[in-house]
């Protein structure tokens, strides 16, 4: 498999613009994370979906953001309007409930190599 | 609100040393406690897990600790290697119905040649 695949891999944008961020999960996997990276905060989880229902979004900063999940090979975070303190590393991370049932303390997540987003 | 610290922030040694990376958290109700590598441009990658009811977990040159009662995680490294230059990350779950980590800022670790 060829990990969680994330894109665009870098963005910059001015201020008030859309943004969309994509993330394609591993296949089979039934949890689907969005982060986001700052050096101020560190790593903050922002939304997590499972079977791609949202099931925790108390993450989410503002209604500026949404993330959808479509279908289970595809997700997707948008920001709009963007702002500068937007700026962060956004990542992608997927993860499976192996047998079934509620997702064990043993079941590891699988990070995507982030896209850098730059808010102009 | 569960609180993960990692001391130090930046670490640099010589090739062949052996360390000690440190994790700290508030809520001791936890179920395990990973520790993941980020190397500059990538995501992560998880290292070692070690759930609540265990008290350590060794891979290769790595050990980690945990001491749920204390809220103490530690993560040994033998033999380092300047590959093993990376920001290392522990993060803490709840799980049950709600799996959330909850991470700690980081420990740079720098092994020089």
């Known amino acids: 498999d060829a990990g969680v695949i994330q894109s665009p891999r870098h963005e910059v944008t001015e201020m008030g613009q859309e943004v969309t961020l994509r993330c394609k999960p591993i296949s089979g996997h039934d949890y689907l994370f969005w982060y986001r990276q700052t050096m101020m905060r560190g790593l903050e989880l922002l939304i997590y979906?499972?079977?791609?229902?949202?099931?925790?979004d108390s993450g989410m900063p503002e209604d500026r953001f949404s993330a959808k999940m479509p279908n289970a090979s595809f997700s997707t975070l948008k920001i709009q309007p963007s702002e500068p303190r937007d700026s962060a590393v956004y990542f992608c991370?997927?993860?499976?409930?192996?047998?079934?049932?509620?997702?064990?303390?043993?079941?590891?997540?699988?990070f995507g190599p982030g896209t850098r987003l730059t808010v102009l | 609100k569960q609180e993960v610290t990692q001391i130090p922030a930046a670490l640099s040694v010589p090739e062949g040393e052996n360390l000690v990376l440190n994790c700290s958290f508030t809520d001791s109700a936890i179920y395990n406690l990973q520790w993941f590598r980020q190397d500059p441009g990538k995501g992560l990658t998880s290292l070692l897990l070690?759930?609540?009811?265990?008290r350590e977990q060794t891979s290769g040159r790595l050990n980690a600790s945990l001491d749920k009662s204390s809220g103490r995680s530690t993560l040994y490294i033998a033999a380092s290697q300047p590959g093993d230059s990376a920001t290392y990350l522990c993060a803490v779950i709840r799980g049950g119905s709600n799996y959330k980590l909850t991470f700690g800022k980081g420990t740079l670790l720098t092994v020089n040649p």
């Open positions: 070690i759930q609540s009811s265990q």
């Open positions: 979906f499972n079977n791609n229902v949202p099931i925790d």
């Open positions: 991370a997927s993860s499976s409930r192996l047998g079934g049932g509620f997702i064990r303390s043993t079941d590891t997540q699988y």
